[in-house]
């Protein structure tokens, strides 16, 4: 599909799927089929339903699945580098995280999961060769799990600069003290390492004053305090943890790319791993109005399909009009990353950031509507995914943020040509 694009920036937009991806995407949709999607009641009933964190284990039918899927070559899709990945770009990438995001359970499967394949990303551009040895090995082959800690308790975090926890340099050794929360992932038994971000230089210019340390998770100083949950689910085996570092004393090549680069690392990480979760909402939101569909036809109320009353024909046809502008907005913006850059597609990626996770959310709300009470019992995993969904709108930056961002951009534009016209 080639469209004229009125933007300096790019003249013309190619949407169209490689054979490769072609390959892929029917490959993966088998799969899921055959695979994934049977054995999500197993993988629920082999889970520790707990707020004991410290008693949950990893399905075994997770790794029987990871097994099958390296095994099939699905695996780490999400990585453009030849070298530890499928070698596709995001535009390849994109209809297959959408694939994945029909089923809660699929992104592990396949080692794509979130934060993981983030902080793998950040280990292939910035680790040393030690710091890969150690940690990205055992990540690209799903042996081990990661957290990934910035937010915290007591700032709105939204901004990062006001970032409190601190990463000071003393002789050899870099000091960590600091309380995260919303620690994704740090409650799976197999997560054994959190990149951390905290202040280094604090009169330093202030995107030159953070470091990343990669910090093991049996360091002492190292305490998970609590497992947070968010409408009331504990998103186990992996959870989202508040975690306290009381002087944690950790060799300097722990720190990642060198002291004062951690600001410059967490804008490089999210341009991928944010289109990444768009791209698995459009999958949930198509599994969404899947449900929709068939329960509309296959309930009788007054004597009509659920289909027939009131207005749910608009909800159904606003429901598909909806994912195919956000996959369209998805696919521009994966297109860019691939064109231009991270950098280049910032105001895309934020646009897309804004719109997928709410397009989601309303369709799901919608599905569990006409589920009636079933909408939200364990039966349907809607319940389930409109809690992920939801949090999705505040995890890596909330709606507002991305809005600010892309006005900013926006103006941009005017306030050069202002300057221009007056130069
Ligand atoms: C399920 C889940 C998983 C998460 N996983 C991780 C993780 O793995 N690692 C991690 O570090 N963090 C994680 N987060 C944290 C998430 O990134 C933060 O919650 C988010 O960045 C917002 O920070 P905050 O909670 O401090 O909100 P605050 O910064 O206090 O903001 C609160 C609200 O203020 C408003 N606001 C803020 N800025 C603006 C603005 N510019 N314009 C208008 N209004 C504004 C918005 O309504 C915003 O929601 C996760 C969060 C959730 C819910």
């Known amino acids: 599909?080639?469209?004229?694009?009125?933007?300096d920036r790019c003249r013309q937009v190619d949407f169209a799927f490689s054979e490769?991806?072609?390959s892929y995407r029917q490959?993966?949709?088998?799969?899921?089929?055959?695979?994934?999607?049977?054995?999500?009641?197993?993988?629920?009933?082999?889970?520790?339903?707990?707020?004991?964190?410290?008693?949950?284990?990893?399905?075994p039918i997770m790794e029987e699945l990871k097994a099958k899927a390296r095994a099939a070559g699905f695996w780490n899709l999400f990585l453009p580098e030849k070298e530890y990945g499928a070698g596709l770009t995001n535009l390849e990438y994109a209809p297959l995280a959408e694939i994945m995001g029909r089923s809660p359970i699929a992104p592990e499967v396949f080692n794509c999961n979130a934060p993981d394949t983030?902080?793998?990303?950040?280990?292939?551009?910035?680790?040393?060769?030690?710091?890969?040895?150690?940690?990205?090995?055992?990540?690209?082959?799903?042996?081990?799990?990661?957290?990934?800690?910035?937010?915290?308790?007591?700032?709105?975090?939204?901004?990062?600069?006001?970032?409190?926890a601190t990463a000071l340099i003393e002789g050899n050794e870099v000091v960590l003290n600091g309380r995260k929360w919303w620690s994704s992932g740090i409650g799976h038994p197999h997560c054994k390492v959190a990149i951390y971000m905290g202040v280094t230089f604090a009169a330093a210019e202030k995107h030159v004053r953070h470091s990343m340390v990669l910090i093991p998770l049996d360091a002492p100083g190292v305490n998970i305090e609590r497992m947070?949950?968010?409408?009331?689910?504990?998103?186990?085996?992996?959870?989202?943890?508040?975690?306290?570092?009381?002087?944690?004393?950790?060799?300097?090549?722990?720190?990642?790319?060198?002291?004062g680069r951690g600001f410059e690392i967490a804008q490089g990480r999210l341009g991928?791993?944010?289109?990444?979760?768009?791209?698995?909402?459009?999958?949930?939101?198509?599994?969404?109005?899947?449900l929709l569909c068939k329960r509309s036809l296959s309930r009788v109320a007054f004597?009509?399909?659920?289909?027939?009353?009131?207005?749910?024909?608009?909800?159904?046809?606003?429901?598909?009009?909806?994912?195919?502008?956000?996959?369209?907005?998805?696919?521009?913006?994966?297109w860019m990353m691939d064109t231009v850059g991270a950098k280049g597609a910032m105001s895309e990626i934020s646009q897309i950031k804004v719109v997928a996770p709410s397009v989601a959310q309303t369709i799901i709300d919608q599905a569990i509507q006409i589920h009636g009470g079933a909408g939200v019992s364990p039966d349907f995993p809607l319940a389930e995914m409109f809690g992920y969904i939801r949090s999705l709108r505040l995890a890596d930056g909330p709606d507002e943020v991305h809005r600010a961002l892309i006005a900013k951009l926006e103006l941009k534009k005017y306030k050069n040509a202002a300057t221009a016209q007056s130069a």
């Open 118 to 164: 983030g902080n793998m990303e950040v280990l292939v551009k910035y680790a040393s060769e030690a710091q890969k040895q150690r940690w990205l090995k055992p990540l690209l082959a799903g042996e081990i799990r990661s957290a990934f800690c910035m937010t915290e308790p007591d700032v709105a975090s939204s901004d990062a600069t006001n970032m409190r």
């Open 20 to 22: 490769k991806a072609q």
């Open 27 to 59: 490959r993966l949709t088998a799969f899921m089929q055959e695979s994934v999607l049977p054995a999500e009641k197993t993988y629920s009933s082999q889970l520790r339903h707990t707020a004991e964190w410290r008693q949950w284990v990893q399905p």
């Open 228 to 259: 947070v949950s968010a409408f009331g689910m504990y998103d186990e085996p992996f959870g989202h943890g508040e975690v306290s570092f009381t002087n944690v004393r950790l060799p300097l090549d722990h720190i990642i790319a060198g002291p």
């Open 303 to 334: 004597g009509k399909t659920l289909a027939e009353l009131g207005g749910n024909y608009d909800v159904i046809a606003n429901a598909r009009i909806a994912i195919e502008q956000a996959r369209l907005l998805t696919l521009k913006a994966a």
């Open 1 to 7: 599909m080639l469209l004229s694009w009125p933007s």
């Open 272 to 290: 991928p791993g944010r289109i990444h979760h768009c791209m698995r909402s459009l999958g949930a939101a198509e599994r969404a109005l899947d």
